[in-house]
């Protein structure tokens, strides 16, 4: 059973489990399942962890990833997806906010 733990353990932080959900739940760019890709939204686990530690709401998050989508990423942006992964970075954010309590 150790073996899974240890491959889990990039996971066990806020931002290992923000960087999963920005591949499995967003990837507006469709690249989960490519090995060589999987660090492609490294970059922006950093500053969404920082919105969700200063309480951000989840208006704010979906603009913050409709902005990462126009802007950083040429894309149209799609809110539906957007608002599902804001709920999910913010329920992401309360199970290890109370687990830390």
């Known amino acids: 059973m150790r073996k899974v733990d240890d491959a889990w353990r990039p996971f ?6 923000v960087r999963l959900v920005l591949l499995v739940d967003w990837d507006p ?3 989960l399942g490519n090995i060589n890709a999987m660090d492609e939204y490294d970059s922006y686990a950093a ?3 920082r919105l969700l530690q200063a309480g951000a709401t ?4 979906i603009a ?4 990462l989508e126009k802007q950083a990423m040429g894309l149209p942006g799609e809110r539906r997806s957007q608002a ?8 992401v954010f309360h199970t290890l906010h109370r687990e830390d309590a």
């Open 58 to 61: 989840r208006d704010k998050l």
């Open 84 to 91: 599902e992964v804001a709920e999910k970075l913010l329920e």
């Open 64 to 67: 913050h990833l409709d902005r």
């Open 12 to 17: 066990s932080t806020l931002h290992g489990f």
């Open 47 to 49: 500053g969404i962890c």
């Open 29 to 31: 760019i469709g690249i």
